[in-house]
T-cell receptor
């Protein structure tokens, strides 16, 4: 069965510092991968997605993610974090057929001044 | 455009009571989903619907039922609530065109407490 692992439950970074959130997936074929962000008290919003093609994917709000098949990873990055990036981030993989996705357990990002 | 609306925003419910969480979308998406979000467990799929008139079970369907009488509405019913159903519930929808996995759009959530 498909699965997603986000090994970091909580990460704290300073404003202006770079960020990398880790995501590892388990899937037998070419995966459909997503990163979603959840601001406090809100629903989830799509940051970016990977289906095929260029392994470096650009998303909204200055985020990017790189698909590495050899490492079964899809890490999310941002070169300079802003205080407004404080949120919870979820990696997800298309699973089980036809639009269903499996979400990771999330990484909560704290940004300090 | 409102996107997805959910009602109620929050609810405290006595165990054993019946409860329906409402979800309405105005994007004419074919697919709709119900998730529950619990600390440390992320989002888990309860039920889904690929098109009006059809529904399917997700990862944690027990104790929940859904219906999809039309494109816009996808209510989730707890027939007899139990404390383990205390959670935040999110409704989502997506297009089904293109033959691949499409972006899911989420509602603001319903916080349910079962005592």
């Amino acid at each position: 069965a498909q699965s997603v692992t986000q090994p970091d439950i909580h990460i704290t970074v300073s404003e202006g510092a770079s960020l990398e959130l880790r995501c590892n997936y388990s899937y037998g074929a070419t995966p459909y991968l997503f990163w979603y962000v959840q601001s406090p008290g809100q629903g989830l919003q799509l940051l970016l997605k990977y289906f095929s093609g260029d392994t470096l994917v650009q998303g909204i709000k200055g985020f990017e993610a790189e698909f590495k098949r050899s490492q079964s990873s899809f890490n999310l990055r941002k070169p300079s974090v802003h205080w407004s990036d404080a949120a919870e981030y979820f990696c997800a993989v298309g699973s089980g057929g036809y639009q269903k996705v499996t979400f990771g357990t999330g990484t909560k990002l704290q940004v300090i001044p | 455009i409102a996107g997805i609306t959910q009602a109620p925003t929050s609810q405290i419910l006595a165990a054993g009571r019946r409860m329906t969480l409402r979800c309405t979308q105005d994007m004419r998406h074919n697919a709709m989903y119900w998730y529950r979000q619990d600390l440390g467990l992320g989002l888990r799929l309860i039920h889904y619907s690929n098109t009006a008139g059809t529904t399917g079970k997700g990862e944690v369907p027990d104790g929940y039922s859904v219906s999809r009488a039309n494109t816009d509405d996808f209510p989730l019913t707890l027939a007899s609530a139990v404390p383990s159903q205390t959670s935040v519930y999110f409704c989502a929808s997506s297009e089904t065109s293109g033959g691949s996995y499409n972006e899911q759009f989420f509602g603001p959530g319903t916080r349910l407490t079962v005592l």
